[in-house]
């Protein structure tokens, strides 16, 4: 997609340049499940430069919808730290009681962080699906058909593009009240 610069007048002020870009892009996963991130949305993260391959992370936030997140921003969140800590140096937090158990949702963060590659840019930077995640894809749909989107938080999202659909029609996502 091109960037389109334009002129706006906002209000009284003065008219202003920017570029708008769509802050969603539609791709489908190839033949390896690699998924290629659009330029102009990985372009916004700040982390992802360079001409190398970056390690990063992907963080199941629902099934169907993936976060990537950099090496810096996993090892500085409280909940995901341990779970890094785990699975880079086989570190364990400290151990309970035997007859002591987290929460489920707090036991489960375990399935919800991989490691994911980042290939470098040839065309554009290039992720590859994890096996790992393949159970939480629906099974209904494509899927091989992901929605790249630039959240309002910040992170660069992966969703199963008919997860995102269905978000879209539900009932509950109502401009109007």
């Known amino acids: 997609m091109e960037h389109k610069n334009i002129l706006v007048n906002i209000g009284k002020q003065k008219i202003a340049k920017m570029?708008?870009?769509?802050?969603?892009?539609?791709?489908?996963a190839d033949f390896a499940n690699r998924i290629a991130l659009p330029k102009h949305l990985s372009d916004r993260i700040p982390w992802l430069m360079g001409k190398e391959s970056i390690q990063a992370w992907l963080l199941l936030v629902t099934p169907g919808?993936?976060?990537?997140?950099?090496?810096?921003?996993v090892k500085s969140d409280p909940q995901l730290e341990p779970v890094r800590s785990l699975i880079v140096d086989g570190?364990?937090?400290?151990?309970?009681?035997p007859t002591c158990s987290e929460e489920p949702t707090d036991a489960a963060?375990?399935?919800?962080?991989?490691?994911a590659l980042i290939a470098a840019p040839g065309p554009g930077w290039r992720i590859s699906f994890p096996k790992a995640f393949e159970l939480f894809v629906p099974r209904e749909g494509n899927a091989k058909a992901f929605?790249?989107?630039?959240?309002?938080?910040g992170y660069l999202e992966i969703w199963c593009t008919d997860v995102?659909?269905?978000?879209?029609s539900s009932h509950l996502f109502s401009l109007g009240g």
């Open 164 to 168: 995102l659909r269905r978000a879209l």
């Open 147 to 153: 929605s790249i989107i630039f959240s309002l938080e």
């Open 19 to 28: 570029t708008l870009d769509a802050l969603v892009a539609h791709i489908t």
């Open 65 to 73: 919808r993936f976060r990537l997140l950099s090496d810096d921003q």
């Open 109 to 115: 963060i375990v399935a919800r962080l991989v490691p």
């Open 91 to 97: 570190k364990s937090a400290v151990a309970a009681e």
